[in-house]
Structures are given as structure tokens and as C-alpha cells.
């Protein structure tokens, strides 16, 4: 089944209730003739058969509020039985609402899930979608239609379409209804904009603009949101600001002021962690931020004055790496750690590798590759195993929605190597130990371990790009 909050999302929209304000007539102002009371607005209601088009209005409507009954009561066959009657007449109701085609697709939804004949499931499945269709025909308004199917594809039916496919039915939502669009679009939208833009399918304005669109999105739930909304916006804005860093590697996708109000502050922070400097100062200098801003300016004259790197065979590399040359920073380093004698200036450029892939490239897999290199070369060191978990840790976004099973189980190989970290080095023990205590409880818990067979203690397997073998534990 689909997630908890899209479908209360699906029943509050799909159920729309429009209420009928009652007509007055005009005031008789005395002394003069009363006037004629204005003729009747007609209704615009939906062009499909309704309860009044039906052979017996009556009977119809009499099905109607009974196979609502069966709904609400749970006797989903007798509800079933009665709703086919209805949609066979009258499925627009009484054309002001889709009620009966919302419900048909909650009827072919549950024996979707009741069913174990995969011919079946993808039969009802097909009704499933030629019920949307209906709706988009008999109610066109707005496009939550486009939204709706295309979340049902992207995690029900992926089977059914392309990635381009579900890609142009979240743009046509977006298309329609802007910011105003569903907030269940933001997340697939987000991830599938920053795939197929990797893919090179999508040109650059084109995924600038509905980024844009998704991120003033966030900003808008977050701050209008009420009750049960207001998670449902939490949920969204903890993965897709993170999904869309990705375009932060792309040169000239962002402007330098994006970069400033996101890295700057860092440096505010720490203006003495000669790491940060050298990140935050690279960040701007890739966005192209000109050096005569007062913060541009500021960084640059701290940077000299605490943070000239060593002479020796890596200079070439910091160089790099300040002026946003990531694959000669990188390429320099390398040439250093073949070049370098000693074991822990061997290790912190190997980490300098790491970090570069982390933090700029946005490359996982090689950024663990580098610290476990760093790591090899001086065992006793906690710091890559530090960056490691880190590395883990946030890659619940990229390895399921956010939160969830798929993005929780990564917290148990984070801690894995942070637990490593404080037990070969004293000096980040008070580190690991602070991260492991944030992200225990982000863990999954006893219920949902149980409901997948599991136990603690057990070995598990963590796919997604991690691929490796851990220890499930609960949060409580």
C-alpha cells in the first residue's frame, strides 16, 4: 500500500466537499415595487452521468449512502457489490464531487492487496488506472490528477511506466498548480529531476526551474502548515533539500548567493578550523562569488593569515583545491601520498581525497574508498571512520524517502564505524560517542523489525550504495 500520509492526503482531496450556500432574495426597499428575484446560476457540473442522469435517480442515490456505509464499516465486499451498481449510472454523484471514483480506487487498491495472482493484481491494477482516467476526463480541474498518478507509479507501478513518463506527470501538476500542487509531488519530483538531469535528459533551466519551484514549496508548507500537515512537510523537507544538493556540483547551476547562505555561516562558526576555511572558501570560489564581497573578502584575508598549507609535496593540491579544481586537486594528492614518507601526512591527504568527494563531488562510494585508504595507511586513526559513518548516516534521502524502514537501517552501519572510531582513538571518542547517541534513535524500532521477521542481533545485509553487512538493533 501507498504511504500513510499520501493516502490521507488522497481521501481529503479526492473527497471534495463543496457546500451550497442557500440562495436569498433580493430586500423589498418600501415604497417601491418589489423586484423580480434573479433567475438561477446554473451549476457547472461535471459532463459524466450523474445521480440525476441515471434510469432511477433514487435507487442510485439510495446505493450511494449505503455502499458508504459498507466502506466505513469495513465489509468491503457488500460495499463493493453496491458501488459497482452506483458506478455503473452515476459515478460523477452529483457532479460535484469524484467520490465514487475515489473510492473505486480504494476498492481495487484493497484487493490488490488481498490478492496473490500476480495476472489479478495487474488487472486491477489497469482499472486503477482507468478510474484516474475518468477523473481527469470528468474532472479536470487543477492537477492533482497528474500528481496522483504519478505518485502511484513511481512507488506502486513502476513497472507501467518510464521514469520520463512519471517525470512529465509530476511537470504537469507542477505546471498547473505551482506552489499549490500536493506535497506528496515534492519528493519523487526531486528525486527523479536530479536522476534524469544525471542522465542528461533534462536540460539545465529545466531543472533549475522545478527545483526552484519544489524548494519554494517547502518554504511555504513549513510555514502554513497546521496539525497533521505539518509533519507530512518535515517528512518532505528532511529529504528533498538533501536530494537536491546534488546540483550544487554543477557548475553555474546555482547562484553565488545560495552559496553564501548556505556555507558562510559555517565559517561564522568555526572561523578558526582551518578545514572549514578551505571548504567554505572552495564552495564560493566554484560559484563564482566575486572577491570584492565584504564576506568574500573577510574569508579570504583569515585563510591567509591561519591557514597557508605546509610546503611539500601536496602545496600544488591545497592550491587546487581552493580554486575549485576538484579533479587536479584530487589527481595532486595522489601524486603526494606516492610521494610522501611520512605515514600520517600519507593518511591526511588520502582523507583530503575523501572529503573532496564527499563534500563536493557528492560521490559516496569514492569518498569511503579514500578513507578507508587513509585508514589502511594509518590504522590508529578514528577520523576516517568518523567520515565514514557520516557518510552512512546521510544517506537516508538517498537510500529511501527520508524516513522509513530503507532510510533508517542506514543508521546501523553509521554506527558501526563510529563505534570502530572511538575504539582505536582516544582523540574522537567524544565525537563518535555524541553521533551515536544523535542517531540511535533515529534507528528503527522493535515493532518493525518484528513485522519483518526479524530480531535484533541478527546480521543483516544494508544494500542502496553502502552494500555491507551489520547488526540490526531498535531504537527502543
Same mark, same amino acid.
Given at each position: 500500500?501507498?504511504?500513510?500520509?499520501?493516502?490521507? =492526503?488522497?481521501?481529503?482531496?479526492?473527497?471534495?466537499?463543496?457546500?451550497?450556500?442557500?440562495?436569498?432574495?433580493?430586500?423589498?426597499?418600501?415604497?417601491?415595487?418589489?423586484?423580480?428575484?434573479?433567475?438561477?446560476?446554473?451549476?457547472?457540473?461535471?459532463?459524466?452521468?450523474?445521480?440525476?442522469?441515471?434510469?432511477?435517480?433514487?435507487?442510485?442515490?439510495?446505493?450511494?449512502?449505503?455502499?458508504? !456505509?459498507?466502506?466505513?464499516?469495513?465489509?468491503?465486499?457488500?460495499?463493493?457489490?453496491?458501488?459497482?451498481?452506483?458506478?455503473?449510472?452515476?459515478?460523477?454523484?452529483?457532479?460535484?464531487?469524484?467520490?465514487?471514483? *475515489? !473510492?473505486?480506487?480504494?476498492?481495487?487498491?484493497?484487493?490488490?492487496?488481498?490478492?496473490?495472482?500476480?495476472?489479478?493484481?495487474?488487472?486491477?491494477?489497469?482499472?486503477?488506472?482507468?478510474?484516474?482516467?475518468?477523473?481527469?476526463?470528468?474532472?479536470?480541474?487543477?492537477?492533482?490528477?497528474?500528481?496522483?498518478?504519478?505518485? !502511484?507509479?513511481?512507488?506502486?507501478?513502476?513497472?507501467?511506466?518510464?521514469?520520463?513518463?512519471?517525470?512529465?506527470?509530476?511537470?504537469?501538476?507542477?505546471?498547473?498548480?505551482?506552489?499549490?500542487?500536493?506535497?506528496?509531488?515534492?519528493?519523487?519530483?526531486?528525486? =527523479?529531476?536530479?536522476?534524469?538531469?544525471?542522465?542528461?535528459?533534462?536540460?539545465?533551466?529545466?531543472?533549475?526551474?522545478?527545483?526552484?519551484? =519544489?524548494?519554494?514549496? /517547502?518554504?511555504?508548507?513549513?510555514?502554513?502548515?497546521?496539525?497533521?500537515?505539518?509533519?507530512?512537510?518535515?517528512?518532505?523537507?528532511?529529504?528533498?533539500?538533501?536530494?537536491?544538493?546534488?546540483?550544487?556540483?554543477?557548475?553555474?547551476?546555482?547562484?553565488?548567493?545560495?552559496?553564501?547562505?548556505?556555507?558562510?555561516?559555517?565559517?561564522?562558526?568555526?572561523?578558526?578550523?582551518?578545514?572549514?576555511? @578551505?571548504?567554505?572558501?572552495?564552495?564560493?570560489?566554484?560559484?563564482?562569488?566575486?572577491?570584492?564581497?565584504?564576506?568574500? *573578502?573577510?574569508?579570504? @584575508?583569515?585563510?591567509?593569515?591561519?591557514?597557508?598549507?605546509?610546503?611539500?609535496?601536496?602545496?600544488?593540491?591545497?592550491?587546487?583545491?581552493?580554486?575549485?579544481?576538484?579533479?587536479?586537486?584530487?589527481?595532486?594528492?595522489?601524486?603526494?601520498?606516492?610521494?610522501?614518507?611520512?605515514?600520517?601526512?600519507?593518511?591526511?591527504?588520502?582523507?583530503?581525497?575523501?572529503?573532496?568527494?564527499?563534500?563536493?563531488?557528492?560521490?559516496?562510494?569514492?569518498?569511503?574508498?579514500?578513507?578507508?585508504?587513509?585508514?589502511?595507511?594509518?590504522?590508529?586513526?578514528?577520523?576516517?571512520? /568518523?567520515?565514514?559513518?557520516?557518510?552512512?548516516?546521510?544517506?537516508?534521502?538517498?537510500?529511501?524517502?527520508?524516513?522509513?524502514?530503507?532510510?533508517?537501517?542506514?543508521?546501523?552501519?553509521?554506527? !558501526?564505524?563510529?563505534?570502530?572510531?572511538?575504539? /582505536?582513538?582516544?582523540?574522537?571518542?567524544?565525537?563518535?560517542?555524541?553521533?551515536?547517541?544523535?542517531?540511535?534513535?533515529?534507528?528503527?524500532?522493535?515493532?518493525?523489525?518484528?513485522?519483518?521477521?526479524?530480531?535484533?542481533?541478527?546480521?543483516?545485509?544494508?544494500?542502496?550504495?553502502?552494500?555491507?553487512?551489520?547488526?540490526?538493533?531498535? *531504537?527502543?
Amino acid at each position: 500500500m501507498i504511504t500513510s500520509y499520501r493516502s490521507c =492526503l488522497a481521501s481529503a482531496v479526492l473527497c471534495l466537499a463543496i457546500a451550497c450556500t442557500p440562495k436569498a432574495t433580493a430586500p423589498v426597499v418600501e415604497g417601491q415595487p418589489a423586484q423580480p428575484a434573479p433567475a438561477p446560476v446554473e451549476e457547472d457540473l461535471s459532463p459524466c452521468p450523474k445521480f440525476r442522469d441515471a434510469p432511477n435517480p433514487d435507487e442510485a442515490e439510495t446505493n450511494y449512502v449505503l455502499y458508504r !456505509d459498507f466502506l466505513r464499516a469495513g465489509d468491503w465486499d457488500q460495499a463493493f457489490r453496491l458501488w459497482k451498481k452506483v458506478y455503473a449510472v452515476a459515478p460523477a454523484a452529483d457532479g460535484r464531487r469524484n467520490t465514487v471514483y *475515489a !473510492d473505486g480506487i480504494r476498492f481495487y487498491e484493497y484487493y490488490i492487496s488481498q490478492s496473490q495472482d500476480t495476472l489479478q493484481q495487474a488487472a486491477y491494477a489497469d482499472t486503477i488506472f482507468s478510474i484516474y482516467d475518468e477523473i481527469e476526463r470528468c474532472y479536470p480541474e487543477g492537477g492533482y490528477i497528474y500528481g496522483i498518478k504519478g505518485f !502511484d507509479l513511481f512507488y506502486k507501478y513502476r513497472n507501467r511506466a518510464s521514469k520520463e513518463e512519471i517525470y512529465g506527470l509530476f511537470k504537469k501538476a507542477l505546471d498547473t498548480d505551482s506552489t499549490k500542487a500536493p506535497d506528496f509531488v515534492v519528493n519523487p519530483m526531486a528525486s =527523479l529531476l536530479v536522476e534524469l538531469y544525471d542522465e542528461g535528459r533534462i536540460p539545465q533551466q529545466e531543472a533549475y526551474h522545478y527545483q526552484g519551484i =519544489l524548494r519554494e514549496m /517547502i518554504r511555504k508548507g513549513l510555514a502554513d502548515c497546521a496539525g497533521t500537515a505539518c509533519e507530512r512537510w518535515q517528512i518532505i523537507a528532511e529529504y528533498t533539500p538533501v536530494r537536491l544538493e546534488y546540483f550544487e556540483t554543477v557548475k553555474g547551476f546555482y547562484p553565488c548567493e545560495y552559496y553564501l547562505d548556505k556555507y558562510y555561516p559555517d565559517f561564522e562558526a568555526s572561523p578558526e578550523d582551518c578545514d572549514v576555511v @578551505r571548504t567554505v572558501y572552495s564552495r564560493l570560489k566554484f560559484a563564482g562569488c566575486p572577491q570584492e564581497d565584504e564576506r568574500m *573578502a573577510r574569508l579570504i @584575508r583569515i585563510g591567509n593569515e591561519n591557514c597557508r598549507p605546509e610546503a611539500g609535496p601536496a602545496d600544488s593540491a591545497y592550491i587546487y583545491l581552493r580554486e575549485a579544481e576538484y579533479a587536479k586537486a584530487i589527481a595532486a594528492f595522489e601524486k603526494a601520498i606516492a610521494a610522501e614518507e611520512d605515514a600520517e601526512k600519507k593518511a591526511k591527504y588520502a582523507l583530503n581525497n575523501a572529503k573532496i568527494y564527499e563534500v563536493h563531488l557528492r560521490n559516496f562510494s569514492r569518498a569511503r574508498a579514500w578513507a578507508e585508504q587513509a585508514a589502511g595507511i594509518r590504522p590508529d586513526w578514528g577520523e576516517p571512520y /568518523i567520515l565514514i559513518g557520516r557518510l552512512y548516516a546521510s544517506s537516508g534521502p538517498l537510500c529511501g524517502p527520508g524516513r522509513g524502514w530503507d532510510s533508517q537501517i542506514v543508521t546501523w552501519p553509521a554506527i !558501526d564505524a563510529w563505534q570502530k572510531a572511538r575504539s /582505536i582513538d582516544p582523540e574522537v571518542r567524544a565525537e563518535a560517542d555524541k553521533l551515536i547517541a544523535r542517531y540511535r534513535q533515529y534507528m528503527p524500532n522493535r515493532e518493525d523489525v518484528f513485522i519483518r521477521n526479524l530480531k535484533a542481533g541478527q546480521s543483516f545485509y544494508v544494500g542502496c550504495w553502502i552494500q555491507r553487512s551489520t547488526v540490526i538493533r531498535t *531504537a527502543d
